[in-house]
């Protein structure tokens, strides 16, 4: 896992970003608390060793784990804290995720903006997963935070705040965040603010996480 230290960012897309949703209004974020986060998403020999089997689609060791629901995840998580000393495990929050995906960049895609450079996605892909860690990373040595699958937070979907806010998290609706697109998305669907809302319980080939931990 990666450290992401504490930090502010704007959140959210300017209104002249190519592909832009109405629901990605910026504004500042300030996260007061450093956290670990997973420098791949969870793979397939990651999630058998926890759980026991493997419900994807693509299969691979080293490919993401995907057709994972959000409740899915949860018990995941709680496994993972009854094995591992310690514990700490929990799925990132919205603002944590799209400020570890920025690593520091304020445009669509991180790194030098090259979406093809950072992630697998509709024009890349062959239509499959690829295995974690192909891609170039992000300044923070973060792999796949574009494309491949997406990744739920832990929030609900919301709207967002008019002004500045610290270490924000919603669970106040039945919806669940994912992030970062998928092999099956257009690029737009990839850019670090697009963010998407999901039934906790839906599964399909294109939805995996990323583990966080508070230690």
Request: glycine share 14%; with cysteine; aromatic share 14%.
């Amino acid at each position: 896992m990666v450290w992401i230290a504490p930090g502010a960012f704007m959140m959210g897309s300017p209104s002249t970003e190519e592909g832009r949703e109405d629901d990605e209004t910026q504004h500042l974020v300030t996260l007061t608390k450093g956290f670990w986060l997973g420098k791949h998403q969870v793979t397939q020999a990651q999630w058998r060793a926890v759980m026991g089997g493997d419900p994807s689609h693509f299969l691979g060791d080293t490919v993401p784990v995907e057709s994972v629901s959000w409740d899915d995840c949860q018990r995941f998580v709680a496994r993972m804290n009854q094995i591992i000393p310690g514990g700490g495990f929990r799925l990132p929050t919205e603002a944590e995720w799209e400020y570890a995906c920025r690593a520091g960049t304020a445009g669509a895609y991180a790194g030098a903006g090259d979406l093809d450079e950072m992630g697998w996605y509709g024009d890349n892909s062959g239509r499959e997963t690829h295995p974690v860690g192909q891609k170039q990373p992000n300044a923070w040595g973060l792999y796949d935070m574009h494309g491949n699958v997406w990744e739920w937070c832990e929030d609900s979907y919301s709207k967002y705040p008019s002004g500045p806010v610290i270490d924000p998290l919603n669970k106040s609706g039945s919806n669940r965040l994912g992030r970062g697109g998928g092999w099956n998305d257009y690029a737009r669907s990839c850019r670090s603010a697009f963010r998407y809302s999901f039934s906790p319980d839906l599964r399909f080939s294109g939805m995996g996480f990323r583990l966080a931990r508070t230690w």
